[in-house]
């Protein structure tokens, strides 16, 4: 394979990754980090039971089952995060007061900072791979000049 050909595949993932760093900042880029704005009240709630599998697509993932009061009612529920918790520990349960199995649980949630930084350090990873193809690129052509 020609240095021309490796180094715009390095630009091309370069691109891809630059992409991919973008989109996940988006607010609907990533929509289990985005708080549902329905979830209009708060209350506290106790982490019963926690497990973790691993799923293709996410990695290590963990089955979190959830108790906690909604409109004077116990309810208890099973949720999946990318972030665990351990088993007895309080947590704050935002959840809608139509629907209160719709919820979100900001311990189980990807703070902003932490969404900012993976971001940053993607799309940087992306403009270096695209930088190491442009500098491959015109290494070759001036080989091929000489």
Same mark, same amino acid.
């Given at each position: 394979?020609?240095?021309?050909?490796?180094?715009?595949?390095?630009?091309?993932?370069?691109? @891809? @990754?630059?992409?991919?760093?973008?989109?996940?900042?988006?607010?609907?880029?990533?929509?289990?980090?985005?708080?549902?704005?329905?979830?209009?009240? /708060?209350?506290?709630?106790?982490?019963?039971?926690?497990?973790?599998?691993?799923?293709?697509?996410?990695? *290590?993932?963990? *089955?979190?089952?959830? /108790?906690?009061?909604?409109?004077?009612?116990?309810?208890?529920?099973?949720?999946?995060?990318?972030?665990?918790?351990?088993?007895?520990?309080?947590?704050?349960?935002?959840?809608?007061?139509?629907?209160?199995?719709?919820?979100?649980?900001? /311990?189980?949630?990807?703070?902003?900072?932490?969404?900012?930084?993976?971001?940053?350090?993607? @799309?940087? @990873?992306?403009?270096?791979?695209?930088?190491?193809?442009?500098?491959? *690129?015109?290494?070759?052509?001036?080989?091929?000049? /000489?």
């Amino acid at each position: 394979m020609s240095a021309k050909v490796k180094s715009t595949y390095l630009m091309v993932a370069g691109f @891809i @990754i630059c992409l991919l760093g973008i989109y996940s900042a988006m607010p609907n880029g990533n929509s289990s980090s985005v708080k549902n704005p329905n979830c209009t009240e /708060e209350t506290s709630g106790v982490v019963r039971e926690v497990s973790s599998y691993n799923s293709i697509s996410a990695g *290590r993932m963990y *089955r979190v089952t959830l /108790e906690y009061e909604a409109g004077g009612e116990p309810l208890t529920l099973e949720t999946t995060s990318r972030y665990s918790v351990d088993q007895d520990q309080n947590v704050t349960v935002h959840y809608n007061p139509e629907n209160p199995s719709e919820i979100y649980v900001d /311990e189980l949630e990807d703070s902003k900072a932490n969404r900012l930084v993976k971001n940053v350090i993607m @799309i940087a @990873i992306g403009a270096f791979v695209v930088y190491l193809g442009v500098q491959a *690129r015109i290494a070759s052509e001036a080989g091929a000049g /000489e």
